[in-house]
């Protein structure tokens, strides 16, 4: 079953918006908060929002971010708004512990990034209606071939399996009991992310040597996160480009702009 079986699904969604970007490209843009990034008069966040409040898809909204944005008039498009904690990492983690605790939590959340300039209405379904409802993490996978397909000579980071050159996107479907389970293996995971030893230990020999031998597949990385996290996690294929275009640093930011201009044109 996919969730476009079910048009009246709807799901929470948690935005970090704590995130902030270099001096030289703040004065570019006249913020130093990348969720406040103008494109056409709308910052990042408010898109974001727009794209989740009008695809029928999202029940309420929870920004995490820092002074700046919770005070923007953007921030008001919210359904709520948390403080920003050190890193997107813990922001994901605080906008999830906020759902759990809350009197009925829902079965399911989405996490969006505030940092995808082209995401739209139709991108928020199609990702959703790609979904498979049997697994815990739903995460986005784009190919190097699909990305530049829409996105000509724009960088991006990839990651060389034996079946293809990935990016993941910036939406994320997850079960919230799920979570619940996996939350102390994620903060273990989240404590050791800048750790080569530490990864080293978590992720296991083998599965590195794979990596590091390019023979790694898809369904590898999927056994990984279930036995690691106790939960099923699906990689979600042929997901929109647009969910792997985030905004980094001034020449995403001037990519992006001559790009939406000729989106406007047309």
Not at 1 to 9: D, G, H
Not at 52 to 74: A, F, W
Not at 90 to 110: A, F, Q, S, T
Not at 232 to 256: F, H, K, Q, T
């Amino acid at each position: 079953m996919r969730y476009s079986e079910a048009l009246v699904t709807t799901f929470d969604a948690i935005l970090p918006a704590g995130g902030t970007i270099s001096a030289e490209f703040a004065a570019k843009v006249g913020t130093p908060n990348k969720a406040l990034i103008r494109f056409h008069n709308r910052s990042i966040l408010e898109r974001t929002l727009d794209a989740l409040n009008d695809s029928g898809r999202v029940s309420q909204t929870v920004v995490i971010g820092t002074k700046e944005v919770l005070e923007s008039h953007e921030a008001a498009k919210a359904t709520q708004t948390l403080p920003a904690g050190g890193s997107g990492p813990e922001n994901m983690l605080k906008g999830l512990k906020h759902i759990i605790n809350r009197p009925n939590p829902p079965k399911k959340v989405m996490i969006v990034t505030t940092d995808l300039p082209f995401l739209t209405p139709e991108i928020i379904v199609d990702f959703i209606d790609r979904c498979p409802s049997d697994r815990d993490i739903c995460v986005p996978l784009v190919t190097k071939q699909q990305f530049t397909t829409r996105f000509p000579n724009a960088t991006a980071t990839f990651i060389r399996l034996r079946d293809n050159e990935w990016t993941t996107g910036g939406a994320f479907l997850i079960d919230v009991q799920a979570f619940q389970v996996a939350m102390p293996h994620i903060e273990r995971l989240f404590e050791n992310r800048k750790s080569k030893l530490g990864m080293v230990k978590l992720l296991g020999p083998l599965f590195l040597f794979k990596f590091l031998r390019k023979t790694l597949i898809v369904p590898d990385v999927e056994a990984k996160i279930q036995s690691m996290l106790g939960c099923s996690g699906g990689a979600v294929l042929d997901s929109p480009p647009e969910l792997a275009y985030d905004i980094d640093d001034l020449e995403d930011y001037n990519y992006a702009m001559d790009n939406l201009n000729a989106l406007d044109r047309r």
